[in-house]
């Protein structure tokens, strides 16, 4: 039985980012999860961990960057990412507190709006979105790359759905 009575919400530290990896299977994103706690430094992100019992169970990031959107420039959004709880804390209601808190410290800076990008096939991802008030507003190809642990280039191809809320 998991006690999730003791969830705690708090930023990511430098002392975090290895048990961001979870015993391995996201080691590959080592390098975008040290990019995250630079740009943590620099004001441009916010990183949540969900900890239980000193053990952090989940996460989400939250880009400041700007957003572009059919050539308008839109400096008011924040961009939820990294979003996961690991499998035996699901259904907790751990995920709904960490969107809560990214929200939160979105509107905390005058962002006015959030979005997020879910994975076409992650139905149970998107009707929690919906439950918080998310809708789709475009389809996305989630083509990206990135540079893995062993300094080898990956390539994700993911089409997504990309949703928003106003704050
Ligand atoms: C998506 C994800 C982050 C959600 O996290 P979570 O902690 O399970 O989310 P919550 O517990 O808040 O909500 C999930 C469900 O539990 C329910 N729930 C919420 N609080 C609850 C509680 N206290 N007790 C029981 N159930 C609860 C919610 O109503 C929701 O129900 P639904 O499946 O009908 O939508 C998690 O499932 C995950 O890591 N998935 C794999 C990675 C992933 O898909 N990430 C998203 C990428 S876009």
New binding site residues.
Partial sequence: MID?SHVLIRHVTEADLLALEWEGEYRKYRRIYRRAMEDARRGRRILFVAEIGGEIV?QIFVQLSHYRSNQEHISSTGYLQS???KPP?????????LIYQAEKALKERGFKRAI????QH?H??R??YE?HGYSIFREDPGEWSFIDDQGLPQHISEPAYLMEKQL
């Fill in positions: 999730t989940g979003f996961r709880i804390f699901r259904n907790h209601g751990i995920g709904s507190r997020i990008a879910v994975a992650n149970d991802a009707r929690l439950r």
